[in-house]
Nanobody, 123 residues
Framework: QVQLVESGGGSVQAGESLRLACQDS??????VGWFRQAPGKEREEVAV???????TYEDSVKGRFVISKNYGKNILYLQMHSLKPEDSAMYYC???????????????????WGQGTQVTVSS
């Protein structure tokens, strides 16, 4: 069944902000995070909340993006400020449920992925 549903993408001008949301219907998460993939490029990790609560960010978004989670509602957010055209991509939320076969990123192995939400930033 669908466990992750993203929302909040759209088209904005450079310098504007967007907030992405990911409703998670599952439990038992080790890591939760946001990834993005632009056409012709590899998927990259954008921001992650690790099992110990620490957050990590891709260098190009540090200081502009903030990842957070509403644990009561089980919603993962990505607040994006000062957006740039190079931030344009399909954004995916993903979780490490502790199962097998996930894609490894550092100490996390993301095995459940959302369907993605498009972010387009024009100059």
């Amino acid at each position: 069944q669908v466990q992750l549903v993203e929302s909040g993408g759209g088209s904005v001008q450079a310098g504007e902000s967007l907030r992405l949301a990911c409703q998670d219907s599952g439990i038992n998460r080790v890591c939760v995070g946001w990834f993005r993939q632009a056409p012709g490029k590899e998927r990259e990790e954008v921001a992650v909340i690790h099992d110990d609560g620490k957050t990590t960010y891709e260098d190009s978004v540090k200081g502009r993006f903030v990842i957070s989670k509403n644990y009561g509602k089980n919603i993962l957010y990505l607040q994006m400020h000062s957006l740039k055209p190079e931030d344009s991509a399909m954004y995916y939320c993903a979780v490490d449920s502790g199962g097998f076969g996930g894609t490894s990123y550092g100490d996390c192995a993301f095995d459940i992925w959302g369907q993605g939400t498009q972010v387009t930033v024009s100059s």
